[in-house]
């Protein structure tokens, strides 16, 4: 494995809208002020323990498991030399800054997606469909389309209904589906959206949905971390090793007036004056809280929903798809949706095919992977017929069975308002994608370590 190497510069530069620098926020510290205490060392943790030690404070994290990065999995085993699969955190847009910042601060390079030249591929009803603009797509699929849905691109149609829309108000009772039909989306339009929508439209909040949509659509082409998504977590962890507890679950948060003590799983107490929960919202409600959970969570909680999704990968010769004529994406309206290439190459030409399973496709897959990686393996071969190349050795991640690993986001559902989260009750301050504006993005766990840090620095005494 390859991670590229850091430097020690002030993390601080990285975190937008803090006002006041590293340095200045060193002299003004006081020196009886106990270490900030970090439950979760995902990528939300690991950046709010560098910028607090960039900032001059004391700062200790508690990870439960042995290894860092949370929703962050590189997987490299049984790969061919210079290839990984990536099981959580993996496509960074141009439009997430933060990550671009840190990623330049650690002097982790981004690469593009490959393009290759030629067509795209639509599966139907056991047909490859290749098609290089929408309108080259046959009748048969694209019947029952309004004229205006044809001219748009099949897996974008959700975002392009999303582009011209006037906003929404939080409190709209109307599912993202509904509100969609509300904009003259057709009957098939519905199949293309329901399968290209990362968040099932029919169980979404219309103004959710909207706020999401948007933000994809001006993501620009996706990048990805030279090297592997974990060498951002990797490199943090690097500076830091020494302030950080790797096999400590945290079991209990007893809140205080003005401390909170978490108790371990081995019976230890710490007491923190202030507590940084980096957890995603599963693990969040999972600990046990004295004298009772935080008002805040309990309600917005409740109001939220946490959907999962299966990736699944596989080794492909990717010659043969240039071979055919194939750009990187192969689509349809059963699993796999998408499928798409990461851009190494082994010295072979090989390269990993990855695919994600979401909404009602996930119990297909669970069922595939109870049965053993060869029926994985034969029902991609059977989706896929045109991969003759296709490894044997397929791969599936689930995030529901493997809380460590990503594939989970939280949505707000049809009939919720969608107010954010509390950042902070007493001493406990909260940090972690699923309470940002971009939800199962590393951008999210940098947007809400910058909240939690400006939260922090904000009361200290």
Known sequence: MKCWSSSRRDFLKTIAGLAVSGTALARTRRPLERPVL?????????????????AGRQAVLFEASPRLGGRILTIRDGLEPGLRAEAGGEQIMRIHQRVHRLASDLRIPLIDYPFLEGDLVFRYHGRMLRFRLPSDLPAALTDGLSPWEKTRWPHR?????????????????????????????????????????????????????????????????????????????????????????????????????NTATLLDAAGVAHVADQVVLALPLGPLLELDYRPGQPRWLSRWGAARVVAHELKVHGQVDARELAALGIRQHIMGFEFPRMTWL?????????????????????????????????????????????????????????????????????????????????????????????????????????????????EILRYSP
Request: proline content about 5%; some cysteine.
């Open 38 to 54: 970090i439950v979760g060392g995902g990528l939300a943790g690991l950046a709010v323990l560098d910028a607090l030690k960039a």
């Open 157 to 257: 149609l959700h975002l392009a209904y999303t582009e011209n829309a006037d906003p929404l108000a939080d409190d709209d009772p109307r599912s993202a589906l509904q509100w969609l039909r509300d904009l003259g989306l057709s009957r098939r339009g519905e199949a293309f959206v329901r399968a290209f929508a990362a968040i099932d439209p029919e169980q979404t909040s219309a103004a959710y949905f909207q706020r999401i949509a948007r933000r994809e659509a001006a993501g620009g082409n996706s990048q990805v971390l030279a090297g592997g998504s974990d060498c951002l977590s990797e490199a943090l962890a690097a500076r830091h090793a020494q302030s950080i507890r790797r096999n400590t679950p945290i079991k209990t948060v007893v809140i205080g007036a």
């Open 342 to 454: 990461l851009p190494e190459r082994s010295a072979n030409g090989k390269a990993v095919l990855s695919a994600t399973a979401v909404n009602q496709e996930i119990p297909l897959l669970q069922a595939a992977r109870f049965r053993g990686v060869q029926d994985m393996d034969r029902l991609l071969r059977q989706q896929l017929p045109l991969l003759r190349s296709l490894a044997v050795k397929t791969r599936g991640e689930d995030w529901e069975h493997n809380p460590l690993i990503g594939g989970a986001y939280t949505y707000a559902p049809t009939g919720s308002r969608g107010a954010p989260p509390v950042l902070r009750e007493g001493p406990l301050v909260l940090a972690g994608s699923d309470y940002s504006d971009y939800s199962g993005w590393m951008e999210g766990a940098l947007q809400s370590a910058e909240a939690a840090v400006s």
